[in-house]
Every structure is written in structure tokens, then in C-alpha cells.
């Protein structure tokens, strides 16, 4: 069982950056994969980013690559989102998944067990 809890969402102006960081309960966490998403309200949740388990293989919306980095920190059962250039469009909930993998990334919703309860990114023009 792994749970999960994000913080570093918060107000910002368009340009600005925000890192959103995901800390997970647990005994190992290398071998999970690790997805963010972020959803609007009245709209689907929508995949940002993910990194794989074991290698850190990572993978990007078209949306968001080369403004978003995705990262994780093992030993401290940690993964971060580093957002640059931040856009009023980038106004979310974002939210951190996880599911048991040391092969691969993934970008479905359905695909992960794991989810935390949200952060607000807010993000003025």
C-alpha cells in the first residue's frame, strides 16, 4: 500500500515557475512508477508526466515538454514537478499517481492504483 501527498501548488503569475513535490509512504519506492495529471473543473483529468520505476525513464505532454521537468529522489520516496514558463492554461488541480512498475512509464489514468489528494496550481495572466 502507498500513499501519497502533494504540495508546492499556489498562486503565480504567467511566467513564473512552481515545483510541485509528491511524497509517498511505503517501503520501497524506486520500483513504482510515477505519474502527475491535472484536471479543471468540468473537464477530464489529463496526464502532465511520468517517469518509470527503476531507470527514470520520463515522458511529457506536448503541452508541457521542454517547460516541466519531472524528477524523483528515491531515498526520500519523493518526486518533484519543476514548472517553468508557466501559462494561465496551466491552472489545475494537479495530482500525483503511482503503480507498482520498474519497466516502464505510463499515461493513462486507469493505469495507476495510487493517487494523492491534489494541489492547486493557479496561474494569473
Known amino acids: 500500500q502507498v500513499q501519497l501527498q502533494e504540495s508546492g501548488g499556489g498562486l503565480v503569475q504567467a511566467g513564473g515557475s512552481l515545483r510541485l513535490s509528491c511524497a509517498a509512504s511505503g517501503r520501497t519506492f524506486r520500483d513504482y512508477a510515477t505519474g502527475w495529471f491535472r484536471q479543471v473543473p468540468g473537464t477530464e483529468r489529463e496526464f502532465v508526466a511520468a517517469i518509470s520505476g527503476g531507470d527514470g525513464t520520463t515522458f511529457y505532454a506536448e503541452s508541457v515538454k521542454a517547460r516541466f521537468t519531472i524528477s524523483r529522489d528515491n531515498a526520500k520516496k519523493t518526486v518533484h514537478l519543476q514548472m517553468n514558463s508557466l501559462k494561465p492554461e496551466d491552472t489545475a488541480v494537479y495530482y500525483c499517481?503511482?503503480?507498482?512498475?520498474?519497466?516502464?512509464?505510463?499515461?493513462?489514468?486507469?493505469?495507476?492504483?495510487?493517487w494523492g489528494q491534489g494541489t492547486q496550481v493557479t496561474v494569473s495572466s
Open positions: 499517481a503511482a503503480k507498482y512498475s520498474s519497466s516502464s512509464y505510463y499515461v493513462e489514468r486507469s493505469d495507476y492504483r495510487y
